[in-house]
Structure formats: C-alpha cells, structure tokens
C-alpha cells in the first residue's frame, strides 16, 4: 500500500494561513488524495479530495504536485476550532477499502 | 441525514470475555469499514465490507471478526479480550468503495478492557 509522510505537528497564529504538507512519494495513478481531520474525542471528519488538479471547497483548498507526489493542504485562515489531528490518506480508485491512515499532523492554532 | 451510528459508544469489559459492537452506516452507503485508534498505534484498519462482503482486513489476529447485513448495518466482535485491546473502535461508512467516494466516521465506541 502507498503510504503518506507528514510532520507530528505544526503550529499557527489564528486568522492565518496554514499549509499542512504530506508526502506520497509511492503514489499510483490511480491513487485520490484525501484529507481528514479529527478534532478531540470525535471521529475523523472529512476535508478535502483530489486526483490531480487543485481543489477548494469552503473549508480548505488542496494544492497538488505535478508529479503528484505530494500535497498541501491549507487553510485559508485558521481558527481556534480548526486545531485537530489532520490525516492524509491515499484512496485507490478501484479498491478504496483498505484506507491506510498515518500518524497525522497535530495543529495547534495560537490566539 | 443522520450520521454513521454506533453503538455502544462505551463499555467495560473483563480479559477473556468477548465484545460485540455495532455500526448503522449512512442510509445508502453500502461500504463500512472499521479502525481501531490506541494513543501508541494511531488509526489502524481493521477490516471492511462491501454488500455483505469483507473485501479488505487488516494485520489483526483472527479474534477480530466483523460482518455486514443485508440493509448495511455491521458488527464486528472481538474474543478473548486482552488488556491491549482497549482503544477508540471507529467505523465508517461510504456510498461506494472507490477512490473519490468521501468515507464518514461515527464517534466511535470506547472499549476498555480490565
């Protein structure tokens, strides 16, 4: 399985842009990017998808490499509530059943 | 709509007995996979089921067994429960089981083993 590598945490100011990256260095073709978080004491909760081209939607916008090999999540301006645990997660096209999450990044939005 | 339901959403258990938990997926999603989530591992995949049938599972030891009915609702079952089962046990469920279908998680049930 394609894994994904991303920094343990990553800190910002509120009502500033964060940009959480994510490594997938092994990416297959038919691999589609996802994005979850999971805030404290809840299940993770959808974000954001992609295959190849960037995408936004009104939580956040995923920014794609070319060569797809890795990705940048961001937030346009972050917010207290937008601390969580943030997964990257490649979902094959085909077989996306066995979804493989890593650690995640943990953000911490600062007053 | 309401949200992929699970239930219990906790409970206690003795090493060596054995736990059923249960998952109602959203209405018209036909996938439902399972995770376990401990502080020292992350979110580990457990298993998943598509139409009734596992199409994926995951490196856990065979006391963990799942299943899923014909109208999507799905257990899974651990026996001979260990100390170091006890964990967060998400499940998700998705419309389809391919690579663009977005997958939404309940809150889990917190199962802890004395």
């Known amino acids: 399985d394609a894994k994904t590598t991303q920094p343990n945490s990553m800190e910002s100011n509120e009502e500033e842009p964060v940009h959480l990256p994510c490594n997938h260095s092994t990416i297959s073709g038919t691999d589609y990017i996802h994005w979850y978080r999971q805030l404290p004491s809840q299940g993770p909760e959808y974000v954001i998808h992609?295959?190849?081209s960037n995408v936004n939607n009104r939580m956040a916008s995923l920014a794609i490499a070319e060569d797809r090999k890795s990705s940048t999540l961001i937030l346009h301006r972050a917010t207290l509530r937008d601390a969580a645990v943030y997964y990257c997660i490649l979902r094959d096209l085909t077989n996306a059943g066995k979804s493989t999450f890593g650690d995640g990044t943990t953000l911490t939005v600062k007053p | 709509k309401a949200g992929v339901t699970q239930t219990p959403r906790y409970l206690i258990k003795t090493r060596g007995q054995q736990v059923t938990l249960s998952c109602s997926p959203i209405s018209g999603h036909r996938s439902v996979s399972w995770y376990q989530q401990t502080p020292g591992q992350g979110l580990q995949f457990l298993f998943e089921?598509?139409?009734?049938?596992?199409?994926n599972k995951g490196n856990f030891p065979g006391r963990f067994s799942g299943r899923q009915f014909s109208n999507s609702r799905s257990e899974m079952n651990v026996s001979t429960l260990e100390l170091g089962d006890s964990a967060l046990y998400l499940c998700?469920?998705?419309?389809?089981?391919?690579?663009?279908?977005?997958?939404?998680f309940g809150e889990g049930s917190w199962l802890t083993v004395v």
């Open positions: 089921y598509f139409s009734e049938t596992q199409r």
């Open positions: 992609g295959l190849t």
């Open positions: 998700a469920s998705s419309w389809g089981d391919r690579g663009l279908n977005t997958i939404y």
